[in-house]
């Protein structure tokens, strides 16, 4: 699947042969976006594979199970028609961990817990490149959880992070955010996906906009989506999103995401 923008193009492509998708779903931009391009080729091609959500709870990232439940309570109304299941790993005894490792561990377990082969059932990412030149980072007064240098494009290539791997794909590891978001409003899926998802790494606020990565998701949404389409700091979303000339209200009370989701489910 691919989705053209003035940015660049997105694209997430099911490989022949697989038999089960496995995503890391944080409850972010990214990941969602991800999974909602796997889930709709799975119905448009009528693979009739399942799709396994990994979530994880860590220091830096409290609020991932909540938010990466919201993305699954939607997908699945979006595709009723897909058997879309969740695993999480959340212990005392993982402080200190890496997410990757994390996740990486419940992606081995569902795979032999079913036989598959690497080639046949992969780990999808939804890894993006930071920012461009565009982007201007203020360092906030208090602590803060740093940008990955790994999602420099050179790093990423240096990393030899594959687009399409044996066991692993990381589609989106040569855009950064900016595409992703246009390809979200090309899609009609903005306003929805601003509404549920969180970039933010504080421990202390739901959403602090001085972070690195709240800062990173607002250079991406600004650069991209009209004024009066951006949610404005302080203001419920669901309110915002749900006026008359935003989202229809019979849309908006479905839960699903897209206009063409809900009309297919009308149907």
Not at 112 to 123: G, L, R
Not at 229 to 244: A, L
Request: charged letters at 25%; a positive charge; one cysteine or more.
């Amino acid at each position: 699947m691919e989705v053209k923008t003035k940015f660049g193009t997105l694209e997430a492509t099911i490989p022949e042969g697989t038999k089960g998708i496995y995503i890391s779903v944080s409850g972010g931009m990214d990941s969602a976006t991800l999974m909602y391009m796997l889930c709709c080729q799975i119905r448009e091609k009528d693979l009739n594979i399942p799709v396994y959500c990994g979530h994880c709870a860590y220091p830096y990232d409290p609020c991932a199970l909540y938010r990466g439940s919201l993305v699954v309570k939607h997908m699945r109304r979006e595709f009723p028609d897909i058997n879309i299941y969740q695993r999480f790993r959340v212990s005392h005894e993982h402080i200190g961990t890496t997410k990757g490792s994390l996740l990486e561990g419940l992606y081995k377990e569902i795979r032999e817990e079913n036989n598959w082969s690497a080639h046949e059932f992969k780990c999808w990412w939804g890894l993006t490149a930071n920012p461009d030149d565009t982007f201007t980072f203020v360092e906030p007064d208090s602590w803060y959880v740093r940008q990955d240098d790994n999602r420099s494009p050179g790093q990423i290539a240096k990393t030899k992070k594959p687009l399409y791997g044996v066991g692993v794909c990381h589609p989106f590891k040569d855009i950064n955010k900016k595409v992703l978001v246009d390809a979200q409003w090309m899609l009609g899926l903005f306003p929805c996906f601003n509404t549920i998802t969180n970039s933010c790494t504080s421990v202390t606020e739901y959403e602090c906009r001085k972070c690195w990565w709240c800062q990173e998701r607002k250079w991406a949404i600004d650069s991209v989506i009209h004024s009066d389409w951006r949610c404005p700091y302080g203001t419920d979303p669901i309110k915002f999103y749900g006026t008359s000339h935003k989202i229809l209200k019979k849309w908006r009370e479905g839960v699903v995401w897209s206009k063409d989701g809900w009309e297919k489910r009308e149907k």
